[in-house]
């Protein structure tokens, strides 16, 4: 069976059922193919994750890869950061609910694959945690993960 998109599928409740229907990993690839990073899908289906999961995760516990600041991993430009992020803020004030975030621990522990956008415009709107999909291949980054749940919910 696999997971059978449109773009409206991408929300949260939509992602909450894909898992509840072991279709977790299919909606991720749906996602990503949709949005054109067709590379990141390619590198998140090589490596077969012991866990995917999706939790409603303080926004600041992660770690995003994509931005304008100087010493960021994948550096965009100013002004298209700034335009996207606005739009998507914007959207969101307007009662918007973007697509979960995606999270892995392939390269380090709390990188947003995908989602670096959706989460400075969640933080823009002043939410502080959000839906996020965890997709985990090290026995450590999942007890890193856990620890950091234990933590939030105490």
Known sequence: ??????????????????????LISDWVQALLHSEGSDKLAKSLAEVKPIAIEIYDFP?????????PEEKIEHRLSPDIWEAQVSLLTNKIKAGFRPAPLIVTDYWN????????????????NGITSYWTIFLIKNKKGHEYLKESLDLHEN
């Open 1 to 22: 069976m696999s997971y059978q998109s449109s773009h409206d599928e991408f929300t949260v409740e939509k992602a909450l059922l894909a898992q509840k229907n072991g």
């Open 59 to 67: 926004l600041l516990k992660l770690k995003r890869i994509d931005g």
């Open 109 to 124: 522990y709390f990188e947003i694959a995908d989602g670096n956008h959706r989460h400075e415009a969640l933080l823009r």
